[in-house]
Nanobody, 127 residues
Framework: QVRLVESGGGLVQTGGSLRLSCAASGRTFGNNAMGWFRQAPGKELEFVTAITGRNTYYADSVKSRFTISRDSAKNTIYLQMTSLTPEDTALYYC??????????????????????WGQGTQVTVSS
């Protein structure tokens, strides 16, 4: 049974930092795409960032502030968030593609590319 366990969400002030973790279990995701999406109140699910065996990808809104990384030995990905603003307030979801693919570039930002999802962790940035 594949499970994604997220942690690290919380309340932080504007300009602060937060580090999210997503630990996968049930199988090993070596080169599979793993990423983060977020959903703010009243808004659609938004791609944030993803990582594969070769590349990282970022939404324009976060690429200068967020960093995604992977610890393959722990089957875990991380999201280091800095310079947070209230606009970053959202429920952050971890997701993983069940299949290793030769090229993700055309689909990496599409939520339908991902097969397994965590429960989400809340990030709230205060003014």
């Amino acid at each position: 049974q594949v499970r994604l366990v997220e942690s690290g969400g919380g309340l932080v002030q504007t300009g602060g930092s937060l580090r999210l973790s997503c630990a996968a279990s049930g199988r090993t995701f070596g080169n599979n795409a793993m990423g983060w999406f977020r959903q703010a109140p009243g808004k659609e699910l938004e791609f944030v960032t993803a990582i594969t065996g070769r590349n990282t990808y970022y939404a324009d809104s976060v690429k200068s502030r967020f960093t995604i990384s992977r610890d393959s030995a722990k089957n875990t990905i991380y999201l280091q968030m800095t310079s947070l603003t209230p606009e970053d307030t959202a429920l952050y979801y971890c997701a993983v593609d069940a299949n290793e693919r030769p090229n993700y570039s055309g689909y990496i930002k599409n939520k339908n590319q991902y097969d397994y999802w965590g429960q989400g962790t809340q990030v709230t940035v205060s003014s």
